[in-house]
């Protein structure tokens, strides 16, 4: 048996770890003894997708002006984060932070995309006019 707390090995039956000193939860009575016994306390939540964030944080440096150069990777990360999302098995989050980071990737290049196609109208129309 481990701690929840800290994970140091417990003799049965300790109700309190030798080293952080944690509340140890009783072992249940009708367990069948050989089958591993694992508190609700030590199965782990849902991580956020550190890949995710990055692609949000991407994502608003794209927008606030780092245009191209923070776009790009904030829709290549954010795609990446998505599949390991999904192959993870609900064993992580972050869904919605790698979405955001890949529409706002994609709205500043499009915003460099008509600025440098309005540019090109503009000098194509003064290279007729003379």
């Known amino acids: 048996m481990f701690c929840a707390n800290c994970g140091a090995a417990l003799s049965s039956g300790e109700m309190f770890c030798s080293r952080c000193g944690a509340r140890q939860a009783p072992w249940p ?8 016994y694992v508190p609700v306390a030590m199965i782990a939540a849902p991580v956020t997708d550190s890949s995710a964030i990055v692609s ?20 290549i990360v954010g795609n990446s984060a998505l599949k390991s999302i999904r192959a993870s098995n609900g064993r992580s989050t972050g ?12 709205v500043s290049v499009a915003i ?6 309005v540019l090109m109208v ?6 007729l006019n003379h």
């Open 56 to 75: 949000l944080v991407l994502g608003v440096l794209a927008i606030f002006g780092l245009h191209i150069l923070a776009g790009i990777p904030a829709i």
């Open 95 to 106: 869904e919605g932070l790698a979405r955001a980071g890949i529409i706002m990737g994609w």
């Open 122 to 127: 503009i000098g194509l129309g003064v290279m």
């Open 29 to 36: 009575q009708n367990f069948p003894p050989n089958m591993a």
């Open 112 to 117: 460099v995309g008509v600025v440098v196609l």
